[in-house]
């Protein structure tokens, strides 16, 4: 099976601007999350989605917002970029987002805020 | 609510030497724990985990973890690494009505020739 993918791999806006990252899970995994990383806070949750909805969701503002399509596919939306948004976004699928299952994550996007 | 401390930010160490990273966790309830790998510029990828059963679980290149309940650890550990363990690891932990993991901040292992 192919694994998890993400597009971009790299991107650089200017504040202000917003972006649209892209995931595409392991075929047959319902469950998709995504987390910001970064050196100084290290790995984040942002929002998780499971069959379209949002199931749980991190402690980020709502500039940040997401989606899943029926596909499984999902994207995450950043409005108003701010410097502090530069970071490397990862995706992450699962079967079922169940606590016991392994989290798969792709290569991630590489977001510059100028 | 639960956590991760993983008590060393930077592990370095001598190629062939044995390794041991720290993982301690609070959680209220059952929880499934496990060690995350991230190479430069890659995504994290399973190196081993812990659901049930015997507590020392291990991994196809020579990494194991034991689960101590009472002491709420689960340090990994290596007898002898390689300069191609150089990497960061993660702990992280789940379980109970959390569907999504909490990860610690990451150990970055240095492995010195």
């Known amino acids: 099976k192919a694994g998890v993918t993400q597009t971009p791999r790299y991107l650089i806006k200017t504040r202000g601007q917003q972006v649209t990252l892209s995931c595409s899970p392991i075929?047959?995994?319902?469950?998709v999350s995504w987390y910001q990383q970064t050196p100084g806070q290290g790995l984040q949750f942002l929002f998780e989605y499971f069959s379209e909805t949002q199931r749980n969701k991190g402690n980020f503002p709502g500039r940040f917002s997401g989606r899943q399509f029926s596909n499984s596919r999902s994207e995450m939306n950043v409005s108003t970029l701010e410097l502090g948004d530069s970071a490397l976004y990862l995706c992450?699928?699962?079967?079922?987002?169940?606590?016991?299952?392994?989290?798969?994550f792709g290569p991630g996007t590489r977001l510059t805020v100028l | 609510a639960q956590s991760v401390t993983q008590l060393d930010s930077q592990v370095p160490v001598f190629e062939e030497a044995p390794v041991e990273l720290r993982c301690n966790y609070s959680?209220?309830?059952?929880?499934?724990l496990f060690w995350y790998v991230q190479y430069p510029n890659q995504g994290l990828q399973l190196l081993l985990k812990y659901l049930s059963g015997s507590t020392l679980v291990e991994s196809i290149n020579g990494f194991e973890a034991e689960f101590n309940k009472s002491q709420t650890s689960f340090h990994l550990r290596k007898p002898s690494v390689h300069i191609s363990d150089t990497a960061e690891y993660f702990c992280a932990v789940s379980g109970g009505g959390s569907y999504i993991p909490t990860f610690g901040r990451g150990t970055s292992l240095i492995v010195h020739p």
């Open positions: 959680s209220s309830v059952s929880v499934y």
């Open positions: 992450a699928s699962s079967l079922e987002g169940q606590g016991s299952d392994t989290q798969y």
């Open positions: 075929s047959g995994h319902r469950s």
